[in-house]
């Protein structure tokens, strides 16, 4: 019996070994340690492969370059050449001090992207999977979880009439909910981009760390927040539904053609049954980024008596062909009568190299020329989390107030 034990320890060890034979040697080999903020600001990249004869990271803490893409010409990522040194250690120092902020990225090693393999905190966007480096301080505390009271992230279901199955939700209730058993609190509806899903704001948006804290410092009032899933043919984000091991693709049925924002009603009037709400306009808000933005455009026109405060990061605006959906007809008639209702607050945010920018910056002039109260941002950068997630915490102070 004592054999048979060291012999499956043994083959346990050596294969672990094998598996990690990419940046660690077990028995006296090199350790690695990724990414590693310096005492200076500076940042240091590793990845250990002796056989490699080419190593870059590439991630959005470098310069961007311009790439054209199915969405017209965008900024991407930049990248930088990683050093082979000393038992085949490849390593990379950003030459500054790397400002405060979340950021992402990704080795490139002899043509192929892989995460780094020694860091654990790694974030899904669509199909693909970066590594995650945060760097402390300023407003990207914001985004780490700190010594407050801290809110409740659920994974909810309800049933949808419109798509005929059931769909999921991620929502978030504050700090102090469950011990308030007749306080009522105000909702905002947080939705994503393309080939998001109901994941997307929490993970990469850090949107519960962004509450609580905001919350906590008396920025923000407490509210629940309600994160959807912008794709109607959808149950949940994927492995979380029916079809299995489906790659996540943007290319879903029934997106952007009026049938998510036709059936958003079933979402509010679910929240509103199962929780404490404020159910009324004064009680709602609603906010998205890239598509979830466009969302939010046509969920408030068609629906002036529902939510009180918008907010549109980075928003899509306009479609080729109105007549696929009443939801996207008539638009003038139904702009004014949305301000006619008096909105507490309409806020667009977006970056200046956004490609989405003269979109939104004609959508700001007609706004303008009919005399429209709205609130503006515009940051450097384009159509990235780091700018989404300024805009979610300039977003939810203005709220409820």
């Known amino acids: 019996m004592r054999i048979s034990r060291i012999l499956s320890a043994a083959i346990a060890?050596?294969?672990?070994?094998?598996?990690?034979w990419g940046q660690q040697a077990l028995f006296?080999?090199?350790q690695v340690e990724s990414p590693v903020i310096n005492d200076n600001g500076t940042v240091t990249f590793r990845y250990l492969s002796p056989g490699a004869r080419e190593v870059s990271v590439t991630g959005d803490f470098l310069p961007t370059r311009k790439?054209?893409?199915?969405?017209?010409?965008?900024?991407?990522?930049?990248?930088?050449?990683?050093t082979k040194g000393e038992n085949g250690l490849w390593e990379y120092t950003t030459p500054e001090a790397l400002a405060p902020e979340m950021y992402t990225y990704t080795f490139i090693v002899d043509g192929n992207s892989t995460i780094d393999p020694v860091?654990?905190?790694?974030?899904?966007?669509?199909?693909?999977?970066?590594?995650?480096?945060?760097?402390p301080g300023d407003r990207a505390t914001l985004y780490t979880v700190q010594e407050v009271p801290h809110g409740t992230v659920s994974?909810?279901?309800?049933?949808?009439?419109?798509?005929?199955?059931d769909r999921r939700l991620t929502v978030y209730t504050p700090a102090g909910y469950e011990k308030h058993d007749k306080a009522s609190y105000p909702v905002v509806y947080?939705?994503?981009?393309?080939?998001?899903?109901?994941?997307?704001?929490?993970?990469q948006g850090r949107a519960a760390q962004i509450l609580d804290n905001l919350i906590?410092?008396?920025?923000?009032?407490?509210?629940?927040?309600v994160f959807t899933n912008g794709n109607i043919s959808q149950e949940a984000a994927p492995l979380e539904n029916a079809t299995g091991y489906t790659r996540p693709t943007m290319n879903l049925p029934k997106t952007m053609e009026g049938s998510f924002e036709s059936a958003f009603g079933e979402i509010v009037s679910f929240i509103d049954s199962r929780y404490r709400t404020v159910a009324k306009k004064e009680g709602r808000a609603i906010c998205g980024l890239s598509m979830g933005g466009f969302h939010t455009l046509y969920i408030s026109v068609n629906n002036p008596d529902m939510f009180n405060y918008s907010g549109m990061f980075s928003a899509?605006?306009?479609?080729?062909?109105?007549?696929?959906?009443?939801?996207?007809?008539?638009?003038?008639?139904k702009l004014e009568r949305y301000f006619k209702g008096k909105p507490g607050l309409l806020w667009i945010g977006i970056g200046k190299t956004d490609f989405l920018y003269r979109q939104n910056e004609a959508f700001r002039e007609t706004l303008t020329s009919k005399g429209y109260p709205f609130t503006y941002m515009e940051t450097d950068g384009g159509h990235i989390w780091r700018n989404w997630r300024i805009y979610l915490s300039e977003f939810l102070p203005l709220l409820f107030r």
Do not use: C
């Open 155 to 165: 994974k909810v279901w309800y049933h949808s009439d419109a798509a005929g199955f």
């Open 28 to 30: 006296g080999g090199v």
């Open 13 to 20: 060890i050596a294969f672990s070994g094998t598996m990690a």
């Open 67 to 82: 790439v054209e893409t199915q969405f017209g010409e965008i900024d991407a990522p930049g990248s930088a050449s990683l």
């Open 190 to 203: 947080v939705l994503h981009g393309i080939g998001g899903d109901e994941d997307a704001w929490v993970t």
């Open 316 to 333: 899509a605006i306009g479609v080729t062909d109105p007549g696929v959906s009443p939801i996207y007809q008539d638009f003038d008639a």
């Open 119 to 135: 860091n654990m905190f790694v974030n899904r966007d669509v199909a693909s999977l970066t590594s995650v480096l945060m760097v």
């Open 216 to 225: 906590a410092g008396g920025k923000a009032v407490p509210m629940i927040a």
